[in-house]
């Protein structure tokens, strides 16, 4: 595995060298970190998409770079094994070191093995359930787990995936999915002992920080049933481990379709109901964006609006990736691509700096 993690004179001495704007690195969770994020998510599972994301994470580090995000059921494993390989191509090549880059990835879901020979229920189950890794009883709608052995067991196999000692962030995926399965004590529960598995593996070293990545559960009110409290999360941290937990970023979608963490205001916070970035920016947590192009389809011709707002960017891809990255409160806005091309046309965004946030917010009005 290979030793290390980020840290800011590593992650510095990235953006120093970049070719990237100035303004699109940013200072969280102890590392500079580029606006733009390579996401994983997409793709068959196949070797050819292994290899177009193994290029990707290559020409990702020649734009400026350093923040990839993965999550261990995506493309049946696949996909944390591509990174592991490219990134790991790309130390032995002296081209970066470990120090300089960001590595995120999730777990709660039960993930199939595509390389495995099995049936991917046979897998799951004799590997997971039948093992009793994952309790049959704490296994929600049929497929996502947070039990302690279950995560404890899934950090190990993105560690071994990802080839790395130290994850640098590390998520508990969609936890809404739970929320919505269990009353409100039985989730907090569930989750209080889980930020104490992340807490342990923090001081062990096997990740620095933690957070969680959800889709639905931010941006909805908390009259929701899968809502999810910023605050709450932060008070359960702070009884795991005290001030000084490692409870430190959130993930969420965030595009010109989906802008509901800039505009909707669905979380509690010091006795105000604010919008999920506005929450997370003060509670102190990084906040990353995912599906910045709603899977490619905002990367076409965009209204004539968003053209005059963000005049910097030269295609329809980097309109919306521009949109997403400017948010006020916005950390890394992760976009998923696969193919060289691609690459090349939303990571020519990293040579101009983010737009102020105004104009972001001027679009709401």
Same mark, same amino acid.
């Given at each position: 595995?290979?030793?290390?993690?980020? *840290?800011?004179?590593? *992650?510095?001495?990235?953006?120093?060298?970049?070719?990237?704007? $100035?303004?699109?690195?940013? !200072?969280?969770?102890?590392?500079?970190?580029?606006?733009?994020?390579?996401?994983?998510?997409?793709?068959?599972?196949? +070797?050819?998409?292994?290899?177009?994301?193994?290029?990707?994470?290559?020409?990702?580090?020649?734009?400026?770079?350093?923040?990839?995000?993965?999550?261990?059921?995506?493309?049946?494993?696949?996909?944390?094994?591509?990174?592991?390989?490219?990134?790991?191509?790309?130390?032995?090549?002296?081209?970066?070191?470990?120090?300089?880059?960001?590595?995120?990835?999730?777990?709660?879901?039960?993930? @199939?093995?595509?390389?495995? +020979?099995?049936?991917?229920?046979?897998?799951?189950? !004799?590997?997971? &359930?039948?093992?009793?890794?994952? +309790?049959?009883?704490?296994?929600?709608?049929?497929?996502?787990?947070?039990?302690?052995?279950?995560? !404890?067991?899934?950090?190990?196999?993105?560690?071994?995936?990802?080839?790395?000692?130290?994850?640098?962030?590390?998520?508990?995926?969609?936890?809404?999915?739970?929320?919505?399965s269990v009353d409100a004590a039985a989730f907090r529960k569930r989750l209080a002992a889980a930020a104490k598995v992340l807490?342990?593996?923090?001081?062990?070293?096997?990740?620095?920080? #933690?957070?969680?990545? *959800? #889709?639905?559960?931010?941006?909805?009110?908390?009259?929701?049933?899968?809502? /999810?409290?910023?605050?709450?999360? /932060?008070?359960?941290?702070?009884?795991?481990?005290?001030?000084? @937990?490692?409870?430190?970023?959130?993930?969420?979608? =965030?595009?010109?379709?989906? $802008?509901?963490?800039? $505009?909707? +205001?669905?979380?509690?916070?010091?006795?105000?109901?604010?919008?999920?970035?506005?929450?997370?920016?003060?509670?102190?947590?990084? *906040? =990353?964006?995912?599906?910045?192009?709603?899977?490619?389809?905002?990367?076409?011709?965009?209204?004539?609006?968003? !053209?005059?707002?963000?005049?910097?960017?030269?295609?329809?891809?980097?309109?919306?990736?521009? =949109?997403?990255?400017?948010?006020?409160?916005?950390? &890394?806005?992760?976009?998923?691509?696969?193919?060289?091309?691609? $690459?090349?046309?939303?990571?020519?965004?990293?040579? &101009?700096?983010?737009?102020?946030?105004?104009? /972001?917010?001027?679009?709401?009005?």
């Amino acid at each position: 595995m290979i030793k290390g993690r980020s *840290t800011l004179e590593g *992650t510095s001495r990235f953006a120093a060298r970049s070719p990237a704007a $100035a303004a699109h690195f940013r !200072e969280a969770i102890g590392a500079k970190l580029s606006s733009i994020g390579l996401g994983t998510y997409l793709g068959d599972e196949d +070797p050819a998409t292994d290899a177009g994301y193994e290029k990707c994470v290559a020409a990702a580090l020649e734009r400026g770079i350093n923040v990839f995000d993965s999550a261990i059921n995506y493309r049946g494993q696949r996909s944390e094994r591509a990174i592991g390989r490219a990134l790991a191509r790309a130390i032995d090549g002296g081209r970066v070191q470990r120090d300089e880059i960001f590595v995120s990835t999730k777990g709660g879901y039960l993930p @199939h093995d595509s390389e495995d +020979p099995r049936d991917p229920r046979r897998y799951i189950l !004799e590997t997971f &359930v039948e093992s009793g890794v994952a +309790p049959k009883a704490e296994i929600a709608r049929g497929g996502h787990c947070l039990s302690p052995a279950y995560l !404890e067991d899934q950090i190990e196999r993105s560690r071994a995936n990802l080839g790395l000692e130290t994850i640098d962030l590390y998520y508990l995926h969609n936890v809404e999915t739970q929320r919505g399965s269990v009353d409100a004590a039985a989730f907090r529960k569930r989750l209080a002992a889980a930020a104490k598995v992340l807490e342990a593996a923090a001081r062990r070293g096997r990740i620095a920080a #933690w957070g969680l990545a *959800t #889709w639905d559960g931010l941006r909805v009110p908390p009259e929701h049933p899968e809502h /999810v409290s910023i605050q709450e999360v /932060v008070d359960i941290a702070k009884e795991a481990a005290g001030a000084g @937990h490692h409870f430190s970023a959130v993930q969420l979608p =965030f595009n010109l379709a989906m $802008a509901q963490a800039v $505009a909707y +205001p669905s979380q509690d916070s010091g006795g105000q109901r604010l919008p999920a970035l506005a929450a997370a920016a003060r509670a102190g947590l990084a *906040t =990353f964006g995912s599906a910045s192009l709603l899977q490619g389809r905002l990367a076409g011709d965009l209204p004539e609006e968003i !053209e005059q707002t963000f005049p910097e960017a030269s295609t329809g891809g980097q309109r919306a990736l521009q =949109f997403s990255r400017s948010a006020p409160g916005m950390t &890394v806005s992760l976009v998923g691509v696969s193919t060289p091309a691609h $690459a090349a046309d939303n990571f020519a965004l990293s040579a &101009v700096p983010p737009a102020p946030p105004e104009r /972001v917010l001027g679009l709401f009005s």
